[in-house]
């Protein structure tokens, strides 16, 4: 059994930055791509990113592109997310989840988040001034 947990979660400001951990532990060695996603009040949950372990292949949503970026530590077993110029409508509960090599070869998986088996408990993050 693989679990997640994250942390980094907040208050901040738009125009802020904080930084999402993901520690991943227990049958870690079969799970080699991250992906987080976040879910606001009343709405479904999104795939926001997602990295490969292996080769540190990564994937975007387009609404975060440019302001987010992913990252992994191997000897950690951690990845990351680092998000910047944050606005309001980033405000939601991010979670990660780990899934099998083929899973941020593209957006098919990251776009499917019922297809992700193993999460971590999620962590909020709200925008405002």
């Known amino acids: 059994q693989v679990q997640l947990v994250e942390s980094g979660g907040g208050l901040e400001q738009p125009g802020g930055s904080l930084r999402l951990s993901c520690a991943v532990s227990?049958?870690?060695?079969?799970?080699?791509?991250i992906g987080w996603f976040r879910q606001a009040p009343g709405r479904e949950r999104e795939g926001v990113s997602c990295i490969r372990f292996t080769d540190e292949n990564t994937y975007y949503s387009d609404v975060v592109k440019s302001r987010f970026a992913i990252s992994r530590d191997k000897t950690k077993n951690t990845a990351y997310l680092q998000m910047n110029s944050l606005k309001p409508e980033d405000t939601a509960v991010y979670y990660c989840?780990?899934?099998?090599?083929?899973?941020?070869?593209?957006?098919?998986?990251?776009?499917?988040?019922?297809?992700?088996?193993?999460w971590g408990q999620g962590t909020q993050v709200t925008v405002s001034s």
């Open positions: 989840a780990a899934g099998p090599i083929y899973y941020c070869s593209d957006s098919y998986y990251i776009s499917r988040s019922k297809t992700w088996r193993s």
């Open positions: 227990g049958l870690a060695s079969n799970y080699h791509v």
